[in-house]
């Protein structure tokens, strides 16, 4: 990198956040954030099915659609915000694509999104540290 890119790259480094996100598009979230009213400041939750995620760097981001009183709301979001408490993945969906806004003209269970049987996403258990297994103990048989 040269020149001004060098600059941009280095005051956008500041800002990344060095968590990594495990969704993908199809995938149901929820989105803690951090809401100020007045003085006071709350966590409220957004969940919905993520249809898109985007960009790199500190422009990177990530739309989510959820069905309010029989209306789609969509938000985007930040992936680097300081607004984003956590983000919590309730539900994984199976796609073909990348981009499902495709589910915009659609309601009810022309919406609905498989979930997958993904085995690779699975927490991984703590296993026990494996002992060295003991040698086997020459008997000796008397004579």
């Known amino acids: 990198m040269k020149g001004l890119q060098a600059i941009l790259h280095q005051v956008e480094s500041k800002y990344l ?17 951090k809401v100020k009213e007045g003085e006071k400041e709350r966590v409220q939750i957004f969940e919905g099915t993520v249809i898109a995620q985007g960009k790199e760097g500190t422009r990177s981001f990530f739309r989510v659609r959820r069905i309010a009183s029989g209306v789609g709301v969509e938000r985007a979001f930040l992936f680097n915000s300081p607004n984003i408490v956590k983000i919590q993945v309730t539900r994984r969906g199976t796609t073909t694509r990348s981009r499902l806004y495709y589910l915009k003209g659609k309601s009810g269970k022309e919406a609905r999104i498989a979930e997958a049987r993904r085995d690779d996403v699975k927490p991984a258990e703590p296993t026990p540290a494996a002992a060295p297994a003991p040698a086997p103990a020459a008997e000796s048989a008397p004579k």
């Not at 956040?17 to 979230?29: A, L």
């Open 17 to 33: 956040k060095n968590e990594t996100h495990d969704f993908r598009s199809g995938d149901t979230v929820k989105v803690h954030l």
